[in-house]
């Protein structure tokens, strides 16, 4: 009968210190464990020492023998820590201690961990490694190396197929050559890779979908969705993945025609894309305006059993807000909830963002409380939008209590600067200059360098220094900061003042692309400079824009139209004069004096040219 050995509690693992009464326990007393559950112990270990103590102590266990897997268990912890020197005499142990020499899994281990660990020429030098213990390399194994040395070296990759594998009589099966495929079509070699498939084909190798679909899909990567579309034809069974990522190339190309008719087609084999695809092909609808083209794939989509998750439901509500069909985007909401799929912040702050952008304020503000009864924390987002809609739609106040909330928060503005600029525009554009300065030195606790530039560039101004100004501005720009409304309004008009008024007027383009609408005294600065320049062409192109909405928020009065109007009048243009002063009329605009003599002189002009030009005969 064999001695009872007590454990010494300095070997047990620590996993295993905390079972009731094991330090007391001798190890003959112990039930084995399992072969599984020594080598979970094994892999759970945090350091390769622990690892190794664990594997010891289960040496002295009664009754227990290791095994290939809990040396392959070793293995694999010892290769993430890299002790290969270990590793080999763990190898070189095996044949002597469980009278077993490793196996194709434990040389497959010891492959992957050299690759994980960069060692190249030891990977290519795997194979000597197996022959030490008088086995030849298996496919398995060849496979193992060639998969390591494509994500490595391609032309490593090819040279070890020509020279170990082919040169042993291995040819290769299909995932061979889906290993060499892929790391063809990593490094853009498309060429090669068709010249690969021709290959496998002459030597009666059946390429799978893998090897379709990874060529395929580097295709596409290349802008060749056509060929890739060809290349589909050649298979014999397309799955569900290369239609995928058809659809999606399609979709990235806006080729919303192509996009719907393989989602068709691929209805028509049984397969249902996955849930990035069909969210892809719903943002493609969206964007052209067929939402309800939407909901019927999405619909269609779930009736095929397949998955929409939340990103896809926050696309149609989303595109349902773009045109302007907030209340079916609620609507949806309320869908998505009863089907189980739980909306998230970004669908909430689609819609505050919806209703910031129509001006429906009150609404906007009824869905970020909601958040808040729904369980769903507000993030930078949420505060950034409700802020800039408050503030813009002149709530200027409510804009203020939400960035108050915003500032108590865990999350806080972390040291984002746009909802204070925010509060700025919203002082612009109530004509608030001497409150909005104030504010911006209010800023200089949270944001000094931004502040300090900005102030910087205002002095340039009043300075009459424009240069200087806009040399400061290019700096900010290049370092990633962001120029706020006041810094743009200054600027514009210190560029109108020197009648630079191309410079004044990219400037405000440049300003209404982040969002920032001039105001009528901006707009009409502008509008004066370039009717000064008799520049009346970009004037009224710039007018016409407006109209369209792109300079909405300018409150365009009687000193929008009256420069244009003068300059046309001046350039004998009466018709288009009046056609201006209709528009000006039917925005319930009121012509001033200035107006009215323009139009009266121009047209009194043109009356007296056809009467003198009566007396000629005809």
Known sequence: MPSKITIPTAIIPLSLRSLPGLQSKPISSLPSPTHEHIARLIIDQKSASHALQTFRWATKISNFTHSRSTYRALIHKLCAFRRFDTVKELLDEMPHSIQ???????????????????????????????????????????????????????????????????????????????????????????????????????????????????????????????????????MEEPNDVTFSILICAYCKEENLVNALVLLEKSFSFGFVPDVVTITKVLELLCSVGRVTDAVEILERVESKGGVIDVVAYNTLIKGFCRLGKLKVGCRFLKEMERKGCLPNVDTYNILISSYCETGVLDSALDVFNDMKIDGISWNFVTYDTLIRGLCSGGRIDDGLKILQLMEDSKEGSKGRISPYNSVLYGLYRENQQDEALEYLKQMEKLFPRAVDRSLKILGFCVDGNVEDAKRCFDQMIEEGGVPNVVIYDCLIHAYCQEERVREASELMKEMTGHGYLPIAATFNAVLSGLCRQDNVGTALKLVEEDMRGIGRGSLPGSGHYSPLIKALCEKGGFQSASMLLVQMVGKGILPDYLTWNSLLICLSQQTTWSVNMSHFPK
Not at 123 to 148: C, E, G, Q, W, Y
Not at 165 to 184: C, E, F
């Open 100 to 234: 077993s020499p490793p196996d194709e899994s434990i040389f497959i281990t010891v492959i992957r961990g050299l690759g994980r660990a960069r060692m190249i020429n030891d990977v290519v030098k795997a194979t000597d490694l197996v022959s030490r213990f008088n086995m030849t390399p298996s496919l398995k194994i060849f496979n193992s190396i060639l998969d390591v040395l494509v994500k490595e070296d391609i032309d490593l990759a090819r040279a070890f197929y020509r020279k170990k594998m082919m040169a042993s009589g291995v040819q290769g099966d299909d995932y061979t050559y889906a290993i060499l495929m892929k790391g063809l079509c990593l490094t853009n070699r498309v060429g090669d890779g068709f010249k690969l498939l021709h290959v496998m084909k002459s030597r009666g190798v059946k390429p799978n979908s893998v090897i379709y679909n990874t060529l395929i899909h580097s295709l596409c990567k290349n802008g060749k969705v056509g060929r890739a579309r060809s290349l589909m034809s050649d």
